[in-house]
């Protein structure tokens, strides 16, 4: 048996998810890092032990699979890997010029164990000894170790395509093994200022309770990505010192994520300056009563908007392209008060006739499976005429540009202009009857008090969703498991303090006593035994016409008379 060296990095990062022990104080990844994920494994098995991994179903599935006898005496035990089980482990992408790498790393604990385990399943390969590290190369790929540390480098040119898809000169570079261990040596040789540890930012996340750390630097991530006409500009800004920050957590009855967005200096004033208010709880109870799935709604400052467009330095751009439709931001300020609604309710799918006409000029009438909902979008007015202006131009515009085709589309969608609210969607009543009374809906409590947030019925949208695979047993049947299973998604945040903004999110299980890591673990299981026997089914179909095929009726006609 012969791995991928991508194979042995992916074992390795599952032995240290569900077996190791925390210690943060090193941090193996370079400061300037544009994504990291951390993983916290003494957590991770204390809620989900191996010896419990072992019993599910998709485990079972990949053990039979694994034929040598190597391979299953790790599953069975991660010691014998020769891999420091109280180690964390680290994920890392990084740019390097025009090019950059992908990097896993985790601890040694036997290295002759280890070497055995290489030895057997990378047989023939040569391990070569360089700059006192143990080596195999494998074209963009390269292992290394030492009697202390594991670091897998990945060649990774298209963490930097954004260059080109931006419209920027020069194509990204590929790296040779060579280079690539030299990325690693880096690695190795990590320590004080060039080391992520010593970020203050990086600290506070990693104090954070969690299983999981997520890290980006924008800055480092899309440092090539700005497009040349926007290099004269100051949008740039956008990723400059702006951070994103996660911590993951499987708790009972929910998987959490905690995270925060840093910002550069300059939009830390404008996010200050204009920070956003809690969004109208009124806004919320105007949705009209019915059974909704969905719900995403926010408040912003439009005056933050205008300030926003002069900070990046394109604020006589877009005034230039306004101004061809007799508009301005100043309108769009005067027009606009800051609260929008996104509504999605009576989810379900259902049976449509539709009509087309052929190159011939014929109709043709079909039946179509496709979702029903009623969607329902609102924006508070601060100025009617303002507001009204705006919308004749983006009528005409939409005619201009789209053609007759969309005007008619868009003409078709009800909407109102009302009590200070623009209201449009897919539904005639929802949008007479939005604010005509006042409901108290059961996820108003969940997000209200934050500037922006968010609700998703995990619930409704599976139940709506049956009907359209009713003829797939195995898609029902996973469908109904993730009804025992999956209740619903809250997220909140856009709050500004320190520099930054927070934001939470969690997605809530039906059983409320059980860890969600342990109950994830079940369900892959159930999904991943539904998944082969649908297989074996197929295999056993293919099997069956293969050896008993149905032959074609042939007509055999009478001899001609003689």
Same mark, same amino acid.
């Given at each position: 048996?012969?791995l991928?060296?991508?194979?042995?990095?992916?074992?390795?990062?599952? %032995?240290?998810?569900?077996?190791?022990?925390?210690g943060k104080? =090193?941090?193996p990844?370079?400061?300037?890092?544009a994504?990291?994920?951390?993983?916290?494994?003494?957590?991770?098995?204390?809620?989900?032990?191996?010896?419990?991994?072992?019993?599910?179903?998709?485990?079972?599935?990949?053990?039979?699979e694994v034929?040598? =006898? @190597?391979? #299953?005496?790790?599953?069975?035990?991660?010691?014998?890997?020769? !891999? &420091?089980?109280k180690?964390?482990?680290?994920i890392?992408? #990084?740019?390097r010029?025009?090019?950059?790498?992908?990097? %896993?790393?985790?601890?040694?604990?036997?290295?002759?164990?280890?070497?055995?385990?290489?030895?057997?399943?990378r047989?023939?390969?040569k391990?070569?000894?360089?700059?006192?590290?143990?080596?195999?190369?494998?074209?963009s790929?390269?292992?290394?170790?030492?009697?202390?540390?594991?670091?897998?480098?990945?060649?990774? /040119?298209?963490?930097?395509?954004?260059?080109?898809?931006?419209g920027?000169?020069?194509?990204?570079?590929?790296? =040779?093994?060579?280079?690539?261990?030299?990325?690693a040596?880096? %690695?190795? &040789?990590?320590?004080?200022?060039?080391?992520?540890?010593?970020?203050?930012?990086?600290?506070?996340?990693?104090?954070e309770?969690?299983?999981?750390?997520?890290?980006?630097?924008?800055?480092s991530l899309?440092?090539?990505? @700005?497009p040349?006409?926007?290099?004269?500009?100051?949008?740039?800004?956008?990723?400059?010192g702006n951070?994103?920050?996660?911590?993951?957590?499987?708790?009972?009855? $929910?998987?959490?994520?905690?995270?925060?967005?840093?910002?550069?200096? &300059?939009?830390?004033?404008?996010? #200050?300056?204009?920070?956003?208010?809690?969004?109208?709880?009124?806004?919320?109870?105007?949705?009209?009563?019915?059974?909704?799935?969905?719900v995403?709604a926010?408040?912003?400052?439009?005056e933050?908007?205008?300030?926003?467009?002069?900070?990046?330095? !394109?604020d006589?751009?877009?005034?230039?392209?306004?101004?061809?439709?007799?508009?301005?931001?100043?309108?769009f300020?005067?027009?606009n008060?800051? =609260?929008?609604?996104?509504?999605?309710?009576?989810?379900?799918?259902?049976?449509?006739?539709?009509?087309?006409?052929?190159?011939?000029?014929t109709?043709s009438?079909?039946?179509s499976t496709e979702?029903?909902?009623?969607?329902?979008?609102?924006?508070?007015?601060?100025?009617?005429p303002s507001?009204? #202006?705006?919308?004749?131009?983006?009528?005409e515009?939409?005619?201009?540009?789209?053609?007759?085709?969309?005007?008619?589309?868009v003409?078709?969608? /009800?909407?109102?202009? $009302?009590?200070?609210?623009?209201?449009?969607?897919s539904?005639?009543?929802? !949008?007479?009857?939005?604010?005509a009374?006042?409901t108290?809906?059961?996820?108003?409590?969940?997000?209200?008090?934050?500037?922006?947030?968010?609700?998703?019925?995990?619930?409704?949208?599976?139940?709506?969703?049956?009907?359209?695979?009713?003829?797939?047993?195995?898609?029902t049947l996973?469908?109904?498991?993730?009804?025992?299973?999956?209740? &619903?998604?809250?997220f909140?945040?856009?709050?500004?303090?320190?520099?930054?903004?927070?934001?939470?999110?969690?997605?809530?299980?039906?059983d409320?006593?059980?860890?969600?890591?342990?109950?994830?673990?079940?369900?892959?299981?159930?999904?991943?035994?539904k998944?082969?026997?649908?297989?074996?089914?197929r295999?056993e179909?293919?099997r069956?016409e293969?050896?008993?095929?149905?032959?074609?009726?042939?007509?055999?006609?009478?001899?001609?008379?003689?």
């Amino acid at each position: 048996m012969k791995l991928k060296l991508t194979s042995l990095a992916l074992l390795a990062t599952l %032995v240290i998810v569900f077996a190791s022990c925390s210690g943060k104080a =090193d941090v193996p990844v370079p400061e300037d890092a544009a994504i990291v994920i951390h993983i916290d494994g003494a957590s991770l098995s204390s809620k989900l032990p191996w010896d419990e991994i072992k019993k599910s179903e998709w485990f079972n599935i990949a053990n039979q699979e694994v034929k040598d =006898d @190597l391979a #299953k005496k790790i599953l069975d035990n991660p010691d014998e890997s020769g !891999v &420091d089980i109280k180690s964390d482990a680290y994920i890392f992408m #990084k740019t390097r010029g025009r090019g950059g790498y992908a990097a %896993v790393i985790c601890g040694i604990k036997d290295e002759k164990k280890f070497e055995a385990f290489i030895g057997k399943v990378r047989e023939g390969d040569k391990v070569e000894k360089k700059e006192g590290l143990s080596v195999i190369a494998d074209h963009s790929n390269i292992l290394t170790w030492n009697d202390k540390r594991l670091v897998f480098i990945a060649d990774n /040119p298209d963490i930097n395509s954004g260059a080109s898809m931006m419209g920027n000169s020069g194509k990204s570079r590929r790296f =040779d093994t060579d280079s690539l261990l030299k990325f690693a040596k880096e %690695v190795y &040789d990590l320590k004080g200022s060039k080391s992520l540890a010593s970020n203050s930012k990086f600290a506070s996340l990693m104090k954070e309770e969690g299983d999981v750390h997520f890290w980006m630097n924008a800055g480092s991530l899309y440092s090539n990505a @700005l497009p040349a006409m926007l290099a004269i500009t100051k949008a740039s800004l956008l990723f400059e010192g702006n951070i994103s920050a996660a911590s993951i957590s499987f708790d009972n009855g $929910k998987i959490t994520a905690k995270g925060r967005s840093y910002y550069n200096k &300059d939009l830390a004033a404008v996010y #200050k300056k204009y920070s956003m208010k809690n969004m109208d709880e009124d806004m919320l109870k105007s949705i009209p009563a019915g059974d909704v799935a969905a719900v995403i709604a926010m408040n912003y400052p439009p005056e933050g908007v205008k300030e926003f467009i002069s900070l990046l330095g !394109v604020d006589g751009l877009v005034n230039m392209f306004l101004a061809e439709a007799g508009f301005s931001v100043e309108d769009f300020v005067k027009a606009n008060k800051g =609260d929008l609604l996104l509504s999605v309710s009576d989810f379900s799918f259902g049976e449509k006739e539709k009509t087309i006409t052929m190159y011939d000029g014929t109709k043709s009438t079909y039946k179509s499976t496709e979702p029903n909902a009623k969607i329902l979008f609102a924006t508070s007015v601060a100025d009617k005429p303002s507001f009204e #202006k705006l919308m004749t131009i983006l009528k005409e515009k939409i005619g201009q540009e789209a053609g007759a085709s969309a005007n008619d589309f868009v003409n078709k969608i /009800p909407y109102l202009l $009302k009590d200070n609210w623009f209201i449009a969607g897919s539904d005639s009543a929802s !949008v007479h009857t939005f604010g005509a009374a006042k409901t108290d809906h059961s996820f108003i409590s969940k997000i209200k008090g934050h500037p922006m947030g968010g609700f998703l019925d995990i619930q409704k949208f599976i139940s709506g969703s049956k009907s359209s695979f009713a003829d797939d047993s195995t898609a029902t049947l996973i469908a109904d498991q993730s009804l025992k299973v999956w209740q &619903d998604i809250v997220f909140h945040g856009g709050e500004f303090k320190d520099g930054g903004t927070d934001s939470y999110m969690e997605i809530n299980m039906v059983d409320k006593n059980t860890n969600s890591l342990k109950q994830l673990n079940s369900y892959l299981g159930f999904i991943a035994v539904k998944m082969r026997e649908q297989e074996k089914r197929r295999e056993e179909a293919y099997r069956r016409e293969w050896d008993n095929p149905v032959m074609d009726s042939v007509q055999v006609m009478p001899a001609p008379a003689k």
